[in-house]
């Protein structure tokens, strides 16, 4: 089923176009017109909005450029809009707009969905999209990549089972094959970098430090180190809060607090106020007394021995070493050692880890061989059903003699997969490269059709291949120029009917000069200049009743008025919507 159309292209001042409009059919679109009349400037002007080379010398005569404008609908999520979106471009009511300007200087622009686009990004939308087969310009199936797939579609699941596994197995030989290759190739970096972690946790274990000791240690060594001056104020201060055993007489801040409170104990009782504040001068005295028992005991107890503190500044030696190179201070290093350990056990286990990959990649490897060979006979098979389908479709063609075969072959490769008992090359698809092969006549060695064929030729045999395989590639549009080159009467009436058999499952626009192809289209478009030997926007019209009976009349007889080209005419069309 057609996912995406065609719909009409503009032409403006390329050839002997002035300005027409090309009107095509979902279906078969035939073009026809007198020999000159400007037929192929369709091809031509198709080539160009698909990314063709900009020749200036298509720009018509006393005009700056050429344009062609087309309209593509196609639905959101197909390949290329999603290609054109992702190039800025937009959508129009369901529909892609794609136009090319080609200066008299030689100059060429390209615009999808109103933006601005590098020429090349057309020729990526002109895969997804249509598939031009003519004298001087064959895409599609003449790449072996799109070859490989079509034959893969052609054989269904005989093909698409095992190619399922080999591009998990290839994926996974991937993923493998990139980790054993960083491990292998860091191997002296790993062990570098295992040596200084060794030598790291070597330092930190030897040195035992405690979560916080350098913290503790630091304020231990500013007590040592002060421990005179600390047990002087220590002293002082008891004496001024609890007296001085000295001097008896000497007055003390508990002295003086306690004289405080008596005072208020003897009149408390007239004044709650006064009450409350007696109470908290009883909490201070008792307060002074703590603080002044805490400063006798800070005194007895204060050590000032400097053989404590040499060992206190030995020890933070020993930790700012470590706090200098792991960590700004002891938590930190110890959390550096953490870390570094979990990551010296991953560096040491790498060489386990090497040996699990390398048993990996060895069976993988064995694997893919097998579901190459697989692969291979899968193809082979379907590859000699459809030489054969193409055979029969070009006997039908003019073309009795021609023989279509597909080479399946594979490169030697020291570094490949084992398939047939050899080494070969292998991608993501197998092993295997696909090209068809034509026979042109009995003794002719096969070729590439590319190059086994006349330019005529080449167009039939295009035409058989794709009938054969439709359905099966992806491309929604055909364009056949010359399809129909040195084939006349019931060979004719046979392209004609392949054409319409095409267009059942796709799009397909054909210019043709024969009549017997004209009939089976489902939208004839005519091509004819006007008398100053241009063709006008009125000069690309579609055809319909009386007049597509006329100009097929004048295909057959050359008069458009013959009685007897109208009745063969007329029969031609019943026939063809006959055999529709």
């Given at each position: ?471 099966s590639d992806p491309v929604p549009t055909y364009l056949f120029d010359e399809v129909d080159a040195g084939v006349g009467g019931k060979a004719a009436v046979e392209v004609g009917r392949r054409l319409a058999k095409l267009a059942r499952t796709a799009q397909v626009v054909v210019v043709t000069h024969l009549p017997q192809v004209a009939a089976f289209a489902d939208r004839q478009l005519l091509v004819e200049k006007t008398n100053d030997g241009s063709v006008t926007r009125s000069g690309v019209r579609v055809l319909e009743g009386e007049e597509r009976v006329r100009e097929l009349s004048r295909m057959l007889a050359g008069l458009e008025d013959s009685e007897l080209g109208r009745a063969h005419a007329e029969e031609l069309l019943a026939a063809a919507r006959e055999a529709r």
């Open positions: 089923m057609v996912v995406s159309v065609l719909e009409e292209m503009r032409i403006r001042s390329l050839g002997v176009i002035e300005d027409a409009v090309v009107q095509l059919s979902p279906g078969f679109t035939a073009v026809t017109g007198e020999t000159g009349a400007g037929k192929t400037m369709v091809v031509t002007s198709l080539g160009l909005l698909l990314g063709g080379r900009a020749d200036p010398g298509l720009v018509r005569i006393g005009t700056k450029s050429a344009s062609v404008e087309g309209r593509i609908t196609l639905s959101a999520d197909a390949p290329a809009a999603v290609r054109a979106e992702e190039a800025g471009a937009e959508l129009d009511d369901g529909a892609l707009l794609i136009s090319r300007t080609v200066s008299a200087e030689g100059r060429s622009r390209a615009y999808v969905g109103g933006r601005a686009v590098p020429v090349g990004l057309l020729g990526e939308l002109a895969d997804e999209l249509v598939a031009v087969h003519g004298q001087t310009d064959q895409q599609g199936l003449l790449r072996p990549a799109r070859q490989r797939e079509a034959l893969d579609r052609y054989a269904g699941d005989a093909v698409a089972v095992p190619l399922a596994k080999y591009g998990a197995a290839y994926r996974r030989l991937r993923e493998v094959a990139g980790e054993l290759d960083e491990l292998t190739t860091r191997a002296r970096e790993r062990a570098q970098e295992a040596d200084m972690l060794r030598f790291g946790l070597d330092e930190v274990a030897a040195a035992e430090p405690l979560p916080g000791e350098d913290a503790e240690l630091a304020a231990e060594a500013e007590r040592l180190g002060h421990a005179e001056a600390l047990a002087s104020a220590a002293t002082q201060a008891h004496a001024a809060l609890a007296g001085n055993p000295e001097d008896p007489e000497g007055v003390d801040a508990g002295m003086l607090v306690a004289g405080a409170q008596r005072a208020l104990e003897a009149v408390r009782s007239h004044d709650p106020e006064l009450a409350v504040l007696s109470d908290r001068i009883g909490e201070i005295g008792i307060l002074l007394g703590d603080v002044a028992g805490e400063l006798a005991g800070y005194a007895d107890n204060l050590d000032a021995d400097p053989r404590r503190l040499a060992v206190v500044e030995d020890r933070r030696a020993v930790l700012a070493h470590l706090t200098r190179k792991y960590g700004e201070n002891i938590d930190a290093v110890l959390a550096w050692a953490a870390a570094g350990g979990a990551r010296l056990g991953e560096l040491e286990g790498d060489d386990d880890r090497i040996t699990e990959l390398t048993v990996e990649r060895d069976a993988l490897r064995a694997e893919l061989g097998d579901l190459a060979q697989a692969l291979s006979d899968a193809r082979a098979e379907a590859a000699d059903r459809f030489a054969g389908a193409v055979t029969a479709e070009l006997a039908q063609l003019a073309m009795p003699h021609a023989r279509v075969t597909v080479a399946l072959r594979q490169t030697e490769d020291p570094e490949g997969v084992v398939v047939g008992g050899r080494p070969v090359a292998f991608g993501a698809t197998g092993a295997d490269e696909v090209e068809l092969q034509l026979a042109p006549h009995p003794g002719a060695p096969p070729r590439p059709i590319s190059k086994g064929a006349s330019g005529g030729e080449l167009s039939r045999v295009m035409l058989a291949v794709e009938v054969v395989f439709a359905g």
